[in-house]
């Protein structure tokens, strides 16, 4: 019993199945970049995800009957596990925080707790949880100069509150 698929029927050799697959590459490629990219916003990790899908769709050329759904499916299932597994690796973070916070002594606490809000999450998201500047603009929805001035503006506010400017 012989399967339909959705391909041209010239795809009988080794060489047809490269070329079809190189015209499936150059016509999707960009498009599922742009996919991934709206679910990760990041550049580098939606291309590598569209490689992934292109690689595991090269891999299973002989079977998969509509080659333009399976890699639309397979980035996305991808990109969405990349998502999940930052969500896992933040919570992780976070809970580590949590626990190095619990052995702060106080004076950092209570410190910390008089910076303004954005500047008290935008020193922790750096300090604590090791996140750039980029990762901290994305978390409060600025642009990563502003985050990187949060940081620096909570730092300075820090600095004063444990080495207050003497008068003279």
């Not at 020193?123 to 940081?151: D, P, Q």
Request: proline share 4%.
């Amino acid at each position: 019993m012989s399967v339909m698929l959705d391909r041209p029927d010239y795809a009988n050799t080794e060489t047809d199945l490269d070329i079809e697959f190189q015209d499936l590459f150059d016509e999707h490629a960009k498009p599922m970049v742009c996919v991934a990219q709206r679910i990760l916003l990041n550049r580098a990790e939606a291309e590598e995800v569209v490689q992934d899908a292109f690689v595991e769709l090269y891999q299973r050329w002989e079977v998969v009957r509509t080659p333009v759904g399976y890699l639309r499916t397979t980035v996305v299932n991808r990109a969405r596990r990349v998502v999940r597994r930052r969500l896992r690796r933040l919570e992780l973070q976070h809970h580590l925080a949590k626990i190095e916070m619990a052995s702060e002594p106080d004076y950092l606490l209570d410190a910390l707790a008089q910076l303004p809000e954005r500047e008290r999450l935008a020193v922790t998201l750096a300090y604590y949880e090791g996140l750039t500047g980029a990762e901290i603009a994305a978390l409060l929805n600025c642009a990563e100069g502003t985050a990187r001035s949060l940081v620096s503006r909570g730092l300075r506010r820090l600095a004063l509150q444990f080495d207050p400017p003497t008068v003279s």
